[in-house]
């Protein structure tokens, strides 16, 4: 097996920014919340204060930050733009390069289930043929690779053409595997289209179209009370939001926290997915970085510089394709018996050269967090026979 092209970059937080923490969430201004019991004017205040007290006197990021470091991580610029990503080595004859790319509120961390069952499939009951050489970035502008001031205009396209520079310029692999999820999907379905040639295939959480984001303000009424809220103020005014989410952890905390509590299949208890170190440890990978602002403003410059095809060849994702749905995600009136057939008769479907589609009965939004055996299962029969 070759060398690693790079060395090292453990993560460390200065203390300063763990001091300057405590001090803001200790002089904490809460708001009134009469009537929110059963959340519907929003995030609890009761649960976030609950939340609040644990970050303020019982969570160690240290501990995390331990856990964090068990893997490799790396930090490079890549055309001008700083990339951290997180590497788990893999463990068999000849381990396939893969790259997952996460979305939002998500960090590199989510990935954590899957990468050691991915890169060591021996160690997990799985065949070390299977195995691969696992590369996990933040995303641009979310955590240990933001914020960007110098590169305002990123966005999903633009970022594929930057995981490209990483896989084959800086890493030197000829071929490698990508999947993704959320916004990472986009990200992952435009390698496929701009680089089938150089992939072995794609896995991804989702099957939109890569033109999502192009007239997405004309579709703002159309998306449901459950992403409405989060589009538009993501879309249309990122910055004005950044501004209180920059300053307040537990603001930063709330905004981000809604999401955890709705897009995953919880039952109605967060904890049962997230745990309370779970949700801090996530929330504190965008407040130490001071990166929420940029990770936000990614939808809107996904609006902003449209997607634009690179070839008009049809599927327009010509790379194999795997797609896992889950049953928390079906759309209005599927069920989930019908979700593959749903998706087969869409307009979606054309777009991709999809090889392997699955749907789960169980699992949220966060579906390598949430069902990582059943992600790492599927991902791996959509690469078997194709590496």
């Given at each position: 097996m070759?060398?690693?092209p790079?060395t090292?970059?453990?993560?460390?937080?200065?203390?300063?920014?763990?001091?300057?923490?405590?001090?803001?969430?200790?002089?904490?201004r809460?708001?009134?919340?009469?009537?929110?019991?059963?959340?519907?004017?929003?995030v609890?205040?009761?649960?976030l204060?609950?939340?609040?007290?644990?970050w303020?006197?019982g969570?160690?990021?240290?501990?995390a930050?331990?856990?964090?470091?068990a893997?490799?991580?790396?930090?490079?610029?890549v055309?001008?733009?700083?990339?951290?990503?997180?590497r788990?080595?893999?463990?068999?004859?000849?381990?396939?390069?893969?790259i997952?790319?996460?979305?939002?509120p998500?960090?590199?961390?989510?990935?954590?289930r899957?990468?050691?069952?991915?890169?060591?499939?021996?160690?997990?009951?799985?065949?070390p043929?299977e195995?691969?050489?696992?590369?996990?970035?933040?995303?641009?502008?979310f955590?240990?690779?933001?914020?960007?001031?110098r590169?305002?205009?990123?966005?999903?396209w633009k970022?594929?053409?930057l995981?490209?520079t990483?896989?084959?310029?800086?890493?030197?692999?000829?071929?490698?595997?990508?999947a993704?999820?959320?916004?990472?999907?986009?990200?992952t379905?435009?390698?496929?289209?701009?680089?089938?040639?150089?992939?072995?295939g794609?896995h991804?959480?989702?099957?939109l179209?890569?033109d999502?984001?192009n007239d997405?303000?004309a579709?703002?009424?159309t998306?449901?009370?459950k992403?409405?809220?989060?589009?538009?103020a993501?879309?249309?005014?990122?910055?004005?939001?950044?501004?209180?989410?920059?300053?307040s952890?537990?603001g930063?905390?709330a905004?981000?926290?809604?999401?955890?509590?709705?897009?995953?299949?919880?039952?109605?208890?967060?904890?049962?997915?997230f745990?309370k170190?779970?949700?801090?440890?996530?929330?504190m990978i965008?407040?130490?970085?001071?990166?929420?602002?940029t990770?936000?403003?990614?939808?809107?410059?996904n609006n902003?510089?449209?997607?634009?095809?690179?070839?008009?060849?049809?599927?327009?994702?010509?790379?194999?394709?795997?797609?896992t749905?889950?049953?928390?995600?079906?759309?209005?009136?599927?069920r989930?018996e019908?979700?593959?057939r749903?998706?087969?008769?869409?307009d979606?479907a054309a777009?991709?050269?999809?090889v392997?589609?699955?749907?789960h009965?169980?699992?949220?939004?966060?579906i390598?967090?949430?069902?990582?055996?059943?992600?790492?299962?599927d991902l791996?029969?959509?690469?078997?026979?194709?590496?």
């Amino acid at each position: 097996m070759r060398p690693f092209p790079l060395t090292p970059a453990p993560i460390h937080v200065p203390e300063e920014v763990l001091d300057d923490l405590r001090r803001r969430l200790d002089l904490t201004r809460w708001p009134d919340d009469v009537g929110n019991d059963d959340w519907s004017y929003g995030v609890n205040r009761a649960y976030l204060q609950e939340l609040v007290e644990y970050w303020r006197t019982g969570y160690d990021w240290r501990r995390a930050e331990a856990a964090i470091n068990a893997y490799e991580h790396y930090r490079v610029d890549v055309d001008g733009v700083p990339v951290h990503f997180m590497r788990k080595p893999g463990t068999g004859p000849d381990p396939t390069p893969l790259i997952l790319t996460h979305g939002w509120p998500w960090t590199f961390w989510h990935w954590s289930r899957v990468a050691g069952p991915l890169a060591d499939p021996g160690a997990h009951g799985g065949d070390p043929a299977e195995a691969f050489d696992v590369i996990i970035p933040s995303f641009p502008g979310f955590g240990f690779s933001g914020p960007l001031p110098r590169h305002p205009d990123l966005n999903f396209w633009k970022v594929a053409d930057l995981w490209h520079t990483l896989m084959t310029g800086v890493l030197g692999y000829e071929k490698y595997a990508a999947a993704g999820c959320d916004v990472g999907a986009l990200v992952t379905g435009q390698l496929g289209h701009k680089y089938a040639a150089e992939l072995h295939g794609i896995h991804i959480g989702s099957g939109l179209t890569l033109d999502f984001f192009n007239d997405f303000r004309a579709r703002l009424a159309t998306v449901g009370d459950k992403f409405a809220v989060h589009f538009a103020a993501h879309v249309l005014d990122p910055s004005t939001l950044s501004y209180g989410l920059s300053d307040s952890p537990p603001g930063m905390l709330a905004w981000i926290l809604e999401r955890w509590v709705n897009w995953s299949d919880n039952g109605g208890d967060v904890e049962s997915v997230f745990g309370k170190d779970d949700l801090l440890t996530h929330a504190m990978i965008f407040w130490v970085t001071n990166s929420i602002g940029t990770s936000i403003r990614t939808y809107a410059n996904n609006n902003r510089y449209p997607w634009t095809p690179s070839h008009d060849r049809w599927p327009v994702v010509e790379t194999p394709t795997g797609i896992t749905f889950v049953a928390y995600e079906n759309p209005p009136g599927v069920r989930t018996e019908d979700r593959v057939r749903h998706f087969l008769e869409s307009d979606r479907a054309a777009w991709y050269n999809h090889v392997n589609l699955t749907v789960h009965d169980t699992g949220g939004h966060f579906i390598p967090w949430e069902i990582p055996d059943r992600w790492v299962e599927d991902l791996r029969r959509t690469f078997r026979g194709r590496r």
